[in-house]
């Protein structure tokens, strides 16, 4: 039996938390790419990216919060759909997030955007 959106929710709110900063980008970086990682976080270069999973930097407190984010985004998204629909969808615009994409929501947005973004990755997944 597969584990419901709710418990995955709660696991990848838990992982995105426990995880060490170089461990949640890694994981993001294998799922989505480094360049949407990279986008993501509000970075300008993969090599920033690649730094902060080898430990030679790290990322900044308002990167983690957009990649926190995203980590349990792409948990839910990958729950019900393939790592390559995921990145698709996160670039692709939504019209429940005013024709933006999620992965810019999650860029430029506040919270209560990054929130938006977490629902209507629920209201994808649970279709």
Do not use: C
Not at 50 to 56: E, S
Not at 79 to 98: I, N, V, Y
Not at 102 to 117: F, Q, Y
């Amino acid at each position: 039996m597969s584990r419901s959106i709710d418990a995955v929710h709660l696991q990848a709110y838990n992982d995105a938390l426990r995880l060490s900063p170089a461990e949640l980008v890694d994981a993001l970086r294998t799922t989505l790419g480094a360049r949407l990682v990279t986008y993501i976080a509000g970075t300008s270069a993969t090599a920033t990216v690649r730094d902060w999973v080898t430990g030679i930097a790290s990322p900044p407190a308002a990167a983690m919060t957009k990649l926190r984010m995203a980590y349990r985004v792409v948990s839910v998204l990958t729950h019900s759909a393939s790592p390559g629909l995921a990145a698709s969808w996160l670039q692709g615009k939504h019209p429940d997030l005013d024709d933006r994409s999620p992965a810019r929501i999650l860029r430029e947005g506040s919270d209560d955007a990054h929130e938006r973004v977490l629902r209507a990755a629920f209201a994808f997944a649970a279709d």
